[in-house]
């Protein structure tokens, strides 16, 4: 069958201006299953609005032109919470085609019946996706929804069949078999482009490409939304081989710049040591590599060595609070503040740099913790920083808890809708604390990012890593202020 794979256009909505500072990212979960529905005979097209720069209407008639037998738009992000923020976008597209639509992603599986009433789906599907989609496509003279495991189907103009997952939610088992290819023939690499700081002492943010090494996460924090598509915590590994073979698959089409998109890599020793060691014996090719780790991993200054030697430039850990009581409320890890100072400085002693992540406005955030968390940060003084709100994402268990207690969301009658779960968008609505307004939160995190990279300190140790152009790319950064629907006409003292 004809089948075209559509990354729908989301990014200048959900970073409005900061829009050229963001990456161009690889849609990884779009590629994977390209190649997977290719091995199996179909002819499959992948439509890149992202990377082209098309709006919904140029998308939708790019689509149109290839007359697929069904459009499947993959629901993701640049990083794995950011699912629902790329909704919108997709049914944007949707809306526009006359061909059988179907998506799946973090989103759909967090929330797939509501997903197929209220958009402008075809078909939802449940879990990974790869699996349903080839049962379905495999049917013939029309197919019987009720027999596709993890698909969601829409009978009529209003009525809806809720399949389940049959016993069988789609989960690939054996990723090496399954899933063997990340499909990077389809890419001219050269028209993505790495994050603003991934790239900081580089002449340029190309070429760029995203390597997924494993699925799923074995952590539960309630904030997190990673682990819908998979049915629960847990993690799955491609080998080390076939990961290795991918990187010298970039490295023959010249990228520089990797990222390593998995929720956890820094996780499984063995299974790290095995990449690094390969990519150290790849002769004449230096990898500019950053991935994802916890402050309770990086505890092996063996390992952080060899993750210098084989191209990780970057970390980015999750700190979140510097408060232990507001980390225990979300399930975050037990270390305290003197085992996150420690871990920063080890990464930073093997020349790893570090992009701290911390979160505003969790359930037990006071403004006192809140400046605790803005205080940590600066003390840290890492190369760079993600400043967020709490969000209580479709997917996590802090949704369910938001719901349960009748906290405002995005997706409430009267609010933004979906768009509002994208941090950096003008209709953000992140959640409020027992002590304060999610305009007060929302406040608190725009001052504190501009505190945080405005400050000297902070560009002094740019210059002396990564060059005075580093710098030149922060003012370029700090130079746009947010605006932001909910302070509008607010006075709040931050």
Same mark, same amino acid.
């Given at each position: 069958?004809?089948?075209?794979?559509?990354?729908?256009?989301?990014?200048?909505?959900?970073?409005?201006?900061?829009?050229?500072?963001?990456?161009?990212?690889?849609?990884?979960?779009?590629?994977?299953?390209?190649?997977?529905?290719?091995?199996?005979?179909?002819?499959?097209?992948?439509?890149?609005?992202?990377?082209?720069?098309?709006?919904?209407?140029?998308?939708?008639?790019?689509?149109?032109?290839?007359?697929?037998?069904?459009?499947?738009?993959?629901?993701?992000?640049?990083?794995? *919470?950011? +699912?629902?923020?790329?909704?919108?976008?997709?049914?944007?597209?949707?809306?526009?085609?006359?061909?059988?639509?179907?998506?799946?992603?973090?989103?759909?599986?967090?929330?797939?019946?509501?997903?197929?009433?209220?958009?402008?789906?075809?078909?939802?599907?449940?879990?990974?996706?790869?699996?349903?989609?080839?049962?379905?496509?495999?049917?013939?003279?029309?197919?019987?929804?009720?027999?596709?495991?993890?698909?969601?189907?829409? $009978?009529?103009?209003?009525?809806?069949?809720?399949?389940?997952?049959?016993?069988?939610?789609?989960?690939?088992?054996?990723?090496?078999?399954?899933?063997?290819?990340?499909? =990077?023939?389809?890419?001219?690499?050269?028209?993505?482009?790495?994050?603003?700081?991934?790239? =900081?002492?580089?002449?340029?943010?190309?070429?760029?490409? *995203?390597?997924?090494?494993? $699925?799923?996460?074995?952590?539960?924090?309630?904030?997190?939304?990673?682990?819908?598509?998979?049915?629960?915590?847990?993690?799955? =590994?491609? +080998?080390?081989?076939?990961? /290795?073979?991918?990187?010298?698959?970039?490295?023959?089409?010249?990228?520089?710049?990797?990222?390593?998109?998995?929720?956890? =890599?820094?996780?499984?020793?063995?299974?790290?040591?095995?990449?690094?060691?390969? /990519?150290?014996?790849?002769?004449?090719?230096?990898?500019?590599?950053?991935?994802?780790?916890?402050?309770?991993?990086?505890?092996?200054?063996?390992?952080?060595?060899?993750?210098?030697?084989?191209?990780?430039?970057?970390?980015?850990?999750?700190?979140?609070?510097? +408060?232990?009581?507001?980390?225990?409320?979300?399930?975050?890890?037990?270390?305290?503040?003197?085992?996150?100072?420690?871990?920063?400085?080890?990464?930073?002693?093997?020349?790893?740099?570090?992009?701290?992540?911390?979160?505003?406005?969790?359930?037990?955030?006071?403004?006192?913790?809140?400046?605790?968390?803005?205080?940590?940060?600066?003390?840290?003084?890492?190369?760079?920083?993600?400043?967020?709100?709490?969000?209580?994402?479709?997917?996590?268990?802090?949704?369910?808890?938001?719901?349960?207690?009748?906290?405002?969301?995005?997706?409430?009658?009267?609010?933004?809708?979906?768009?509002?779960?994208?941090?950096?968008?003008?209709?953000?609505?992140?959640?409020?604390?027992?002590?304060? +307004?999610?305009?007060?939160? /929302?406040?608190?995190?725009?001052?504190?990012?501009?505190?945080?990279?405005?400050?000297?300190?902070?560009?002094?140790?740019?210059?002396?890593?990564?060059?005075?152009?580093?710098?030149?790319?922060?003012?370029?950064?700090?130079?746009?202020?947010?605006?932001?629907? $909910? $302070?509008?006409?607010?006075?709040?003292?931050?």
């Amino acid at each position: 069958m004809r089948i075209a794979i559509v990354n729908a256009p989301s990014r200048a909505r959900v970073y409005g201006p900061l829009t050229d500072l963001a990456a161009i990212e690889l849609p990884v979960w779009g590629a994977i299953l390209a190649a997977y529905l290719g091995k199996l005979g179909h002819d499959v097209t992948l439509v890149d609005a992202e990377m082209e720069g098309w709006t919904a209407g140029e998308t939708a008639a790019c689509v149109e032109e290839l007359r697929p037998d069904l459009a499947v738009f993959p629901v993701y992000g640049q990083q794995p *919470s950011a +699912s629902t923020q790329c909704l919108p976008g997709a049914e944007r597209v949707a809306r526009l085609l006359t061909c059988p639509t179907l998506c799946f992603g973090t989103h759909p599986s967090a929330l797939p019946e509501r997903t197929l009433r209220e958009g402008p789906w075809t078909y939802v599907a449940e879990g990974e996706g790869h699996r349903t989609i080839a049962v379905l496509l495999a049917a013939k003279d029309g197919v019987n929804a009720t027999m596709v495991p993890g698909l969601y189907s829409r $009978l009529g103009p209003t009525a809806i069949m809720v399949p389940g997952r049959h016993n069988d939610p789609g989960i690939v088992g054996d990723l090496d078999v399954e899933l063997p290819s990340r499909g =990077f023939l389809r890419f001219d690499f050269r028209r993505y482009r790495a994050h603003n700081w991934h790239a =900081f002492g580089y002449a340029s943010r190309s070429p760029y490409a *995203s390597l997924q090494t494993s $699925l799923g996460c074995p952590f539960r924090c309630s904030f997190c939304c990673i682990n819908a598509p998979f049915g629960g915590s847990g993690i799955r =590994f491609w +080998s080390a081989e076939n990961v /290795l073979e991918h990187f010298r698959q970039l490295a023959e089409r010249g990228v520089t710049h990797v990222k390593v998109p998995d929720e956890m =890599f820094l996780l499984n020793p063995l299974h790290v040591e095995a990449i690094c060691d390969g /990519l150290i014996e790849m002769r004449g090719w230096a990898f500019n590599i950053w991935a994802y780790a916890r402050v309770d991993t990086c505890v092996d200054d063996r390992l952080l060595a060899k993750l210098k030697r084989a191209g990780f430039n970057w970390l980015g850990i999750g700190i979140e609070s510097a +408060s232990e009581h507001v980390r225990d409320g979300v399930e975050k890890g037990r270390f305290g503040a003197e085992d996150i100072v420690a871990s920063v400085k080890r990464v930073r002693a093997h020349g790893i740099a570090v992009g701290a992540n911390y979160i505003f406005g969790l359930p037990d955030d006071t403004r006192a913790t809140m400046q605790e968390t803005l205080d940590l940060a600066c003390e840290l003084n890492t190369e760079w920083a993600n400043f967020y709100c709490a969000m209580a994402y479709p997917g996590s268990a802090l949704y369910g808890e938001a719901k349960k207690l009748g906290w405002p969301l995005p997706d409430d009658a009267g609010g933004p809708g979906w768009i509002g779960y994208a941090q950096h968008a003008y209709e953000t609505l992140p959640l409020p604390t027992v002590t304060m +307004s999610a305009a007060e939160v /929302l406040a608190f995190r725009d001052a504190a990012f501009h505190e945080y990279f405005e400050r000297p300190t902070y560009w002094s140790m740019l210059v002396r890593k990564f060059g005075q152009n580093a710098v030149r790319d922060v003012h370029a950064m700090t130079a746009h202020r947010l605006k932001r629907k $909910l $302070l509008e006409n607010k006075e709040i003292t931050t």
